[in-house]
């Protein structure tokens, strides 16, 4: 093992399902020598990991294998990337996805992200980015456990659990993907504090995308559709400073 690969296995403390047992990765990617190092990589993590060369194989192993995470290439010989994760969106798996792409412009991320993707990553990248992003991802995951004493965090009527994963507003079961969640509970763990686009993609996502600010607008605009719709807002924007929740009044 080398330095850099000892360092790492220190930094970074093995993530298991909560009964204990392997953390399941899916990676869907038309190039068999790059399934092959992520695959490694990925089981170097200690995960049970699958491949897929093409987009219809992967919808098949997702239904068999039910994985915790998806890294999913955008190109695919027979129906794209995004085709797949929308079927997979569709029939309600909210699995995190990490999309790969040789694309590197803004527009290529927005879409898929707004497909429902958790993250993405562009080729070239190093299999430790990839493993980090994954990791996070994870940890947002319905697998996550809280650390806190208490998992429950309440805003007025809106609640969440971050134990179970759930939330509610009102009595009302609202249903959220990763990332939705994670922006939620950073929102309401700040209540009544205008949180910049800036901060937000440091603790959602990150990093910035290069600095763009786009992906923040559109998932507020998702919250925004799960959380106020047909209710008294409590997501707010501060006009050139960012955004709020507060209790609705």
Do not use: C
């Not at 527009?107 to 994954?134: C, I, M, N, Q, W």
């Amino acid at each position: 093992m080398s330095t850099s690969e000892n360092e790492r296995a220190v930094r970074s403390p093995r993530l298991t399902r909560a009964d204990g047992s392997a953390i399941r990765v899916l990676v869907v990617d038309d190039e068999p020598t790059l399934t092959d190092l992520l695959q490694m990589a990925l089981r170097y993590e200690g995960w049970e990991v699958r491949t897929a060369g093409e987009g219809r194989q992967a919808l098949t192993i997702a239904r068999e294998f039910r994985p915790d995470a998806i890294v999913l290439d955008v190109m695919l010989p027979d129906i794209d990337g995004l085709q797949v994760l929308q079927r997979m969106r569709a029939t309600g798996h909210e699995t995190p996805v990490l999309f790969l792409t040789a694309k590197d412009s803004l527009d290529d991320r927005l879409k898929g992200l707004t497909a429902g993707g958790d993250d993405y990553v562009t080729k070239p990248f190093s299999l430790e980015e990839v493993v980090a992003r994954l990791r996070g991802l994870i940890r947002r995951s319905t697998l996550t456990v809280a650390d806190s004493m208490d998992p429950r965090i309440s805003v007025g009527d809106l609640t969440l659990d971050e134990d179970s994963y759930e939330v509610f507003r009102g009595g009302d079961v609202i249903e959220l993907t990763a990332t939705e969640f994670e922006l939620l509970r950073f929102l309401m763990r700040n209540p009544r504090r205008v949180l910049s686009k800036a901060q937000i993609l440091d603790r959602v996502w990150s990093y910035d995308f290069g600095g763009k600010s786009s992906v923040v607008e559109i998932y507020i605009s998702y919250l925004r559709k799960k959380v106020d719709a047909g209710r008294v807002p409590m997501i707010h924007t501060v006009r050139g400073a960012g955004y709020m929740l507060k209790t609705a009044s």
